[in-house]
């Protein structure tokens, strides 16, 4: 069992940064893949980043490349994810995931191959 808290949501203006923390509890954190998703209104939940278990893999989205930084500690049970250079289309609820385990690939980017959903933190983008 892994529980996920996130944190750091909130307003922010255009061009600007938040850093989004995820807090797991479990015995089973360090062993799994994990990554963040996103949702804006009235659309479908998408990926944003996902991290192996080591953290030395990292995988992005297109539309945050560059951008946003993708990082945990294995110590600490915490996974953070820097966002910068935000846009008005960044605006969405963000959320924590742990993938299924054993996978065979070291990234996850899929929603169906996550077992624990945080239950997500509100970043706004002001124009």
């Known amino acids: 069992q892994v529980q996920l808290v996130e944190s750091g949501g909130g307003l922010v203006q255009a061009g600007g940064s938040l850093r989004l923390s995820c807090a797991a509890s479990?015995?089973?954190?360090?062993?799994?893949?994990m990554a963040w998703f996103r949702q804006a209104s009235g659309k479908e939940r998408e990926f944003v980043a996902a991290?192996?278990?080591?953290?030395?893999?990292?995988h992005y989205a297109d539309s945050v490349k560059g951008r946003f930084t993708v990082s945990r500690d294995n110590v600490k049970n915490l996974v953070l994810l820097q966002m910068n250079s935000l846009k008005p289309e960044d605006t969405a609820v963000y959320y924590c995931a742990a993938a299924k385990t054993p996978l065979p690939r070291v990234v996850v980017t899929t929603r169906d191959d996550m077992d624990y959903w945080g239950t997500g933190t509100l970043v706004t983008v002001s124009s």
């Open positions: 991290i192996g278990r080591s953290g030395s893999i990292t």
């Open positions: 479990g015995r089973t954190f360090s062993s799994r893949a």
